[in-house]
């Protein structure tokens, strides 16, 4: 039973309310209402930084600027959070905070090899030039976005796109794959946001994209998902083992959900129906990290499904959502949305709780502006599969 080894490690915590969504239909009309009139609002009126540029770190959830030193996967996220909403037809300035995010990522944040630096001062000034695998996925995923919504300037964002893939040869790692530039440097989920940026700029314009997300799907299907427990596995050495110690046992059920759905994705794509059903199994997997109690997915599990760390963050239930629109019933599905909506219920509407603890309470912090793209990519799915009706 999904839940069962969560259970038996004896956490405590809270049972969660009642459903909150009739059906499917009822969900996807609340997290529209929530997306145009709340959301994407207050993070432009809120989040934006008209002085210097960009987007800031986070939001309290009152609603009030918690601006840090700027990291680059923020801006590449919500970049690709505001095209995104153009494409969904949202009434507000898309176009402007789209290119405000863009311009400001490209100037600030870009190197002379065409990679991008991870993190600047207030003032602008460079504080970590180290090129990071994660952030040049964000800058592929956000130009790929705003190439499709908006292509007037498409030449200036594919050259953006094919800087970073030609700086990217320089992270090779001879085994195949990357190399990322922090301390475990041989990671599946760096490779899954690349999978994602390739696959966002395949949509409009195939080569050199396709091939890219076809090495990535071979390199989860032969190195990251484990052959007999048919579960993802997150770090590894330089010659793709899995990692000694405790760094090779960990799961998180979040990384199972996410990675199901890319590769269901791109496996009804191309006709590769093993490739959907390698998603399903990693679905099914991530079913096991889900604290029945509090109807939520904890953050990490061993590779014995034993859980390592109770708290849930938000991110791993946006990743649940998404798997189970492709893989769940209708029962599942609403248990997935309602988990996701109790994150947003704070005082200004339109931010978000960041990380639950086993007893069921939420932790004290600001909305970290990162997690939007994980938001906006739940209710893209719920709105496809429950479309809303004029």
Request: aromatic fraction near 12%; charged fraction near 25%.
């Amino acid at each position: 039973m999904a839940g069962d080894s969560v259970t038996k490690s004896g956490k405590v915590g809270v049972r969660a309310a009642p459903g909150r969504f009739a059906d499917l239909a009822a969900a996807s009309r609340a997290y529209d209402r929530w997306l145009r009139k709340a959301a994407l609002p207050i993070w432009w009126a809120k989040g934006a930084d008209r002085q210097q540029g960009g987007f800031i770190e986070a939001l309290s959830v009152e609603g009030d600027p918690r601006p840090g030193p700027r990291r680059a996967r923020v801006q590449g996220r919500q970049a690709y959070v505001y095209a995104t909403a153009g494409m969904l037809g949202w009434d507000g300035p898309w176009r402007e905070a789209a290119w405000h995010g863009v311009d400001f990522f490209v100037d600030r944040f870009r190197r002379p090899d065409g990679l991008f630096r991870t993190l600047v001062g207030l003032d602008g000034e460079v504080l970590d030039d180290t090129p990071m695998l994660y952030d040049q996925a964000f800058a592929l995923l956000g130009t790929a976005t705003l190439r499709r919504a908006d292509p007037e300037r498409a030449g200036e964002l594919r050259d953006v796109a094919l800087g970073v893939l030609d700086g990217l040869q320089s992270m090779r790692n001879p085994a195949g794959g990357y190399i990322e530039n922090i301390a475990y440097p041989y990671q599946a989920n760096a490779h899954m946001h690349l999978l994602e940026g390739a696959l966002a700029w395949a949509e409009v314009e195939p080569d050199p994209w396709e091939a890219m997300a076809a090495e990535i799907i071979d390199l989860a299907l032969t190195v990251f998902i484990d052959p007999k427990g048919r579960f993802l596995r997150e770090f590894f050495d330089a010659s793709w083992g899995v990692a000694g110690s405790d760094d090779g046992r960990l799961v998180e059920p979040g990384h199972q959900f996410e990675w199901a759905w890319l590769l269901a994705r791109w496996g009804r794509q191309y006709d590769r129906a093993d490739v959907v059903e390698a998603g399903r199994d990693l679905y099914r997997a991530g079913l096991r990290g889900i604290d029945p109690v509090r109807n939520v997915a904890v953050n990490e599990l061993w590779d014995d499904f034993t859980l390592r760390d109770g708290t849930a963050r938000l991110w791993p239930q946006t990743e649940r959502l998404k798997a189970e629109l492709l893989f769940g019933n209708e029962t599942s599905q609403l248990a997935a949305a309602d988990s996701l909506q109790r994150y947003l219920e704070t005082p200004a509407a339109g931010v978000w709780r960041d990380k639950m603890r086993p007893d069921g309470g939420f932790i004290d912090e600001p909305a970290p502006a990162t997690s939007f793209y994980h938001v906006l990519c739940a209710c893209t799915e719920l709105f496809r599969a429950a479309p809303l009706r004029p």
